[in-house]
């Protein structure tokens, strides 16, 4: 696996992209947070500059268990982990399973099991698609460089808010289709395992965003996503007024704040 690393301190700060985005998108937030902590920025198999997974196909072992590798090899403790999307659901999937790697939480727009309505899951697909088509095609495009947004910056949660990543390889054209495709035909594991998990005794931030979707849609959204911090023992929801699905590119100080102040309340923790 690929990654950036920069700052000092602890509890390490590990950035989960949306589904299909590399590493970079979390260049709003980035700098500032490693003025106070270790912070660590992974491309998931296949994606960015992380080489491609070598079994037949996704499964959700795959990056949760790649993710559980780089938590233990950084050797500083538990981290905090900071999802967006579909990075926010492998976050929680890591918490259930291994909570002794997880100092906190901060979910931004995460994705959720419950919100698959077929039109959007169609349009992410769809977008997601259009996007890598472009990005490939663009004159001049470096390769693996960072992310575009699709209409209005949402979509179902997956590859919502950052639906295009620069393709340079085949590899990273299919780990983005198949991570989009792994996000639904995953849905009754996830159900299962949300139903049988319990999020450990940890600070647990969940960020909404407010815009991107019709009414309806988005008040279903953050309606699960409440649900998520009222199941943690130390949760709070955040609703993010004029921010889309990518919470840390529209307003990037309210998902620096929440990072900062899990981390803070990790520290005391780890030092009492």
Same mark, same amino acid.
């Given at each position: 696996m690929r990654w950036s690393e920069a700052g000092l301190g602890g509890p390490p700060v590990v950035l989960l992209a949306d589904c299909g985005s590399p590493a970079q998108t979390w260049a709003p937030v980035l700098p500032e947070l490693a003025a106070h902590s270790r912070v660590v920025a992974y491309d998931r198999a296949g994606l960015g500059a992380s080489d491609p997974e070598r079994s037949a196909g996704p499964t959700l072992e795959t990056p949760v268990g790649d993710l559980a590798a780089l938590v233990e090899h950084l050797d500083a403790g538990p981290a905090v982990l900071v999802g967006h999307g579909w990075g926010g659901l492998l976050a929680q999937l890591l918490a259930w399973q291994q909570p002794e790697l997880v100092a906190g939480l901060v979910l931004v727009d995460p994705s959720h099991e419950e919100f698959q309505p077929p039109a959007v899951r169609t349009a992410d697909a769809v977008l997601l /698609?259009? =996007? $890598?088509?472009? !990005?490939a095609? &663009? *004159? +001049? &495009? *470096? =390769?693996v460089t960072g992310a575009a947004? =699709? &209409? +209005?910056g949402v979509g179902s949660g997956t590859a919502a808010g950052t639906v295009a990543v620069k393709v340079a390889r085949r590899h990273q054209w299919r780990a983005a289709l198949d991570e989009n495709r792994l996000a639904a035909l995953a849905v009754p594991e996830l159900r299962s395992r949300r139903s049988a998990g319990r999020l450990p005794d940890v600070p647990v931030t969940v960020? /909404? &965003?407010s815009d991107g979707l019709p009414r309806a849609l988005r008040e279903r959204w953050t309606i699960l996503q409440s649900r998520i911090a009222e199941g943690a023992v130390r949760g709070s929801h955040i609703?993010?007024? +004029?921010?889309g699905h990518a919470v840390h590119t529209d307003q990037p100080e309210a998902v620096v704040a929440a990072? $900062? !102040?899990v981390v803070e309340h990790a520290r005391q923790a780890r030092n009492a």
């Open positions: /698609s259009l =996007g $890598l088509i472009r !990005e095609l &663009a *004159p +001049g &495009a *470096p =390769g947004h =699709g &209409a +209005g960020l /909404s &965003a609703v993010v007024r +004029g921010a990072v $900062l !102040e």
